[in-house]
């Protein structure tokens, strides 16, 4: 079954054209890591799927819903956008808690302000969902007495907290120290194993290859090459694919 569909994707900035006809589907329960170098259009993508950034052309179909990019902002257009973003948990690079609300305060907020839920229901799927990630116990901190590998996990809380169909994650790990990237990836892993459909820009490549079921590799606003963890890591097709992986690994990558 297919989750997300994503037909002839196109996006501009500034004339550059930074996603030139994206074309990808992921099925549920489906772990698609995106991988490449900076500037490749990973990011972007992400947040086109999403209409954080408008794309200039194409179509956007999550589960039933479907948005054409490019059209009048009008009422029913705003409601589907918003429907769509409710259906897909987004975790950043930066951790984007309120810094005046505790880590339960976080994760409750968008059922009781979004979805209208009951606020004594919310608080028990908010105390589940930090046990579920490990910090229950930190439910009562606020974000600056919380590490940054902390904060993350109480944003990936958050993000599940609306059930969503989807969990995206732009380089969840990048802002984090060494020793607190571990942590978050482990939740992401649990994630994984429990059937959740995830879409993954990251640079971490043993999570790539332990936990991706595909693994997509973008340059220049293109996805050059796509295929199983085992096939771009030891079986790369692409020359441009095999120079990323060399450069990233620090190991030759053997011509297949």
């Not at 900035?13 to 772990?31: A, C, P, Q, R």
């Not at 054409?68 to 918003?82: C, D, F, Q, V, Y």
């Not at 969902?129 to 439910?139: A, D, I, S």
């Not at 984090?176 to 994984?192: F, G, I, N, S, T």
């Amino acid at each position: 079954m297919e989750v997300i569909e994503l037909i002839n994707l196109k996006k501009r900035f500034n004339g550059n054209e930074v996603l030139k006809g994206i074309d990808m589907t992921v099925h549920k329960s489906e772990v698609v890591v995106i991988m490449g170098p900076s500037g490749s259009g990973k990011s972007t993508l992400l947040r086109c799927i999403t209409f954080l950034e408008e794309p200039d052309r194409g179509t956007v179909k999550l589960g039933e819903q479907k948005v054409e990019a490019g059209l009048p902002l009008n009422k029913k257009r705003k409601s589907t956008i918003r429907e769509l973003r409710q259906n897909t948990g987004f975790v950043f690079q930066q951790f984007n808690l309120f810094p005046h609300k505790t880590a339960l305060e976080n994760v409750m907020e968008g059922p009781i302000v979004i979805k209208k839920m009951d606020r004594e229901l919310a608080r028990k799927k908010a105390i589940e969902l930090l046990t579920k990630v490990g910090l229950v116990n930190r439910m009562d901190h606020y974000p600056a007495q919380l590490s940054g590998g902390q904060q993350q996990r109480v944003a990936i809380a958050r993000a599940l907290s609306m059930e969503p169909m989807v969990m995206l994650y732009d380089e969840p790990t990048s802002a984090l120290d060494p020793e607190l990237v571990r942590e978050v990836l482990q939740v992401m892993k649990e994630l994984a194993k429990e059937g959740m459909t995830m879409m993954v820009v990251t640079h971490e490549m043993s999570f790539a290859r332990d936990v991706a079921d595909r693994i997509i590799f973008m340059d220049e606003g293109r996805i050059i090459e796509e295929g199983s963890a085992e096939e771009i890591f030891n079986n790369p097709k692409e020359k441009r694919t095999k120079q990323f992986l060399q450069d990233v690994t620090n190991l030759p990558v053997l011509d297949g």
